[in-house]
């Protein structure tokens, strides 16, 4: 099993510019979420879905879309990047929703917006 | 409002004590508290997980414990090795719900 992985690793941005980061997982979980760690801040929820064709928005939506259109795939769409958004996005995945069983990470994309 | 509080930013201990890391939370109600382990430039990795009726987790050399009543959680790393040495987060989960993060203890072990 790969997990869960993510693309890129590194991304550079313009003001505006849009971009789409990608999130994949093969172990048929029906949880995944998307997070962003600032310094200081810990990881804070963007998105997460508890199955296919179900999103819904954590703590920190605003500029961000997503779709869960199978249960392996849940990409994360920046509409218009601005600086605020420069930080570390991690995909993650659960067998279910609720904190009752493991998270499993990616390694993380780092965004850079100028 | 809600809070999650991770006693320090950094925590240094010598080789072969015990490393006591601590989570406090304010205005929750978690059904289940997660412990993770996050190593520079990648993601979290899963250690432990205690439920509200439990007081008590161990793994290995990894102990948890959960009081609801304090509103606290203790992580405990003993006979700690240089290769503790990472950030510990903590979670909590209300059931149901979404999973909320502290912002992290990075702890360094030295030898």
């Known amino acids: 099993n790969a997990g869960v992985t993510q693309t890129p690793k590194f991304q550079v941005l313009k003001t505006g510019q849009s971009m789409t980061l990608q999130c994949a997982q093969d172990?048929?979980?029906?949880?995944m979420s998307w997070y962003r760690q600032d310094p200081g801040m810990g990881l804070r929820l963007i998105h997460y879905?508890?199955?296919?064709?179900?999103?819904d928005q954590g703590e920190v939506p605003n500029g961000y879309n997503v779709s869960r259109s199978t249960t392996e795939d849940f990409p994360l769409r920046l509409l218009s990047a601005a600086p605020s958004q420069t930080s570390v996005y991690f995909c993650?995945?659960?067998?279910?929703?609720?904190?009752?069983?493991?998270?499993?990470f990616g390694p993380g994309t780092r965004l850079l917006v100028l | 409002s809600q809070k999650i509080e991770q006693n320090s930013e950094a925590l240094n201990i010598q080789e072969g004590k015990t490393a006591t890391l601590t989570c406090n939370y304010t205005?929750?109600?978690?059904?289940?508290l997660q412990w993770y382990r996050q190593d520079p430039g990648r993601g979290p990795v899963f250690l432990l997980l205690?439920?509200?009726?439990?007081k008590e987790k161990r793994k290995e050399r990894l102990k948890v414990t959960f009081d609801t009543t304090l509103k606290q959680s203790l992580f405990h790393i003993t006979a700690s090795q240089p290769a503790d040495s990472a950030t510990y987060l903590c979670?909590?989960?209300?059931?149901?719900?979404?999973?909320?993060f502290g912002a992290g203890t990075r702890l360094t072990v030295k030898p």
């Open positions: 993650a995945s659960s067998p279910i929703t609720g904190g009752a069983e493991t998270q499993y």
């Open positions: 172990m048929n979980h029906e949880y």
């Open positions: 979670a909590l989960a209300p059931g149901g719900g979404d999973m909320r």
């Open positions: 205005n929750y109600s978690p059904a289940y």
């Open positions: 205690i439920r509200e009726n439990e």
């Open positions: 879905s508890v199955g296919a064709g179900i999103t």
